[in-house]
């Protein structure tokens, strides 16, 4: 990694804390367990790639950072929702996640399921507070993409995919498709969000879609290839689940050497996509490099 990468994703990553734990503030009262639930799942972890894509596409369109800070405390709600409901027995049944127990391990299952559904309106309702844009045209905006993007046509399309990929074959072109709702969709929605709250020309904004597009399928190519060749220390969940459930991947399709070539490939595409930034693109531009090349 970069020192100019790791250096704005620390001090991002510190920013999008802070903001989480003010955005879902400790309860009193008999409801209090849901929201220890949620601050369990939401603080202290993770790499908040997603949140940082959020603040660098804004940054490239002179977006008032604190209502930038508040789309991506969002983006990252919904992330943890996804994670902590991923993890149940009922989905990949995982025990450890982010280095420690996962939600329902924790806490029980049936506060794993609440805190996560709370989780997901509460991102919701950030994107539709008038603190987070003047706007409200963009605010609509912001809440429609997001539902999209998380919803049926996104990401919660791709898990029921995903699911199914246990019991029937599956060829390389439902695996892009599996992706590209499943982790693709969020990413997609982080890297467009600066230019919807920036108002930017369609041009610049296609030029972000086109850069997410790649670095989503090269983020989940490596999350493959991980889950093969990663260690579980690094990584602070198990190892080696696709294979042992027989499940396709980019990996066992392809051979994790063609994998690795075309996760990498891909992260020079989506460079190429970022030329209209000129300089102010260069965190954008480490970051993909970065992302075929990390161990967790
Ligand atoms: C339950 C609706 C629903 C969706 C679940 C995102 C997802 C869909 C499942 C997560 C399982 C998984 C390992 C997906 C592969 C890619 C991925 C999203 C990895 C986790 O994202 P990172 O690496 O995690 O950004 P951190 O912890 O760093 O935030």
């Known amino acids: 990694m970069t020192p100019i990468l790791a250096e704005a994703l620390a001090r991002d990553a510190e920013r999008i804390e802070t903001a989480l734990a003010v955005m879902l503030p400790e309860m009193p009262g008999p409801e209090r367990r849901v929201v220890e639930a949620m601050r369990y799942a939401a603080l ?13 596409s804004a940054r490239l369109f ?18 943890c929702y996804s994670l902590v409901h991923d993890d149940l027995p009922a989905m990949d049944d995982d025990d450890m996640r982010r280095g420690r127990p996962t939600v329902h391990k924790a806490f029980d299952e049936a506060t794993a399921i609440l805190a996560g559904d709370a989780l997901l309106t509460r991102a919701f309702e950030v994107l539709a507070d008038p603190l987070t844009h003047g706007d409200g045209n963009v605010r609509s905006e912001l809440v429609l993409t997001l539902a999209r993007a998380a919803g049926a046509e996104g990401m919660v399309g791709g898990q029921m995919i995903d699911l199914d990929a246990e019991h029937r074959e599956m060829d390389i072109g439902i695996i892009m498709r599996l992706q590209r709702l499943k982790t693709g969709a969020l990413i997609l929605f982080a890297c467009e969000a600066g230019a919807v709250m920036g108002h930017a020309p369609a041009q610049l904004r296609e030029a972000l879609r086109g850069y997410a597009q790649d670095l989503g399928l090269a983020f989940q190519m490596t999350d493959d290839l991980l889950d093969v060749e990663g260690e579980a220390g690094d990584l602070g969940k198990a190892v080696g689940k696709d294979a042992a459930r027989g499940k396709a991947t980019f990996v066992s399709l392809l051979g994790a050497a063609r994998a690795r070539d075309q996760a990498h490939m891909l992260a020079e595409q989506a ?26």
């Open 44 to 56: 202290g972890g993770g790499k908040r790639m997603r949140p940082f894509l959020v603040l660098e």
């Open 62 to 79: 002179n977006v008032n950072p604190d209502c930038a800070l508040r789309v991506a405390a969002a983006i990252e709600m919904v992330h």
């Open 271 to 296: 460079v190429t996509h970022l030329h209209a930034f000129g300089a102010e693109g260069a965190c954008l531009r480490d970051l993909a490099l970065w992302v075929v090349e990390r161990r967790s």
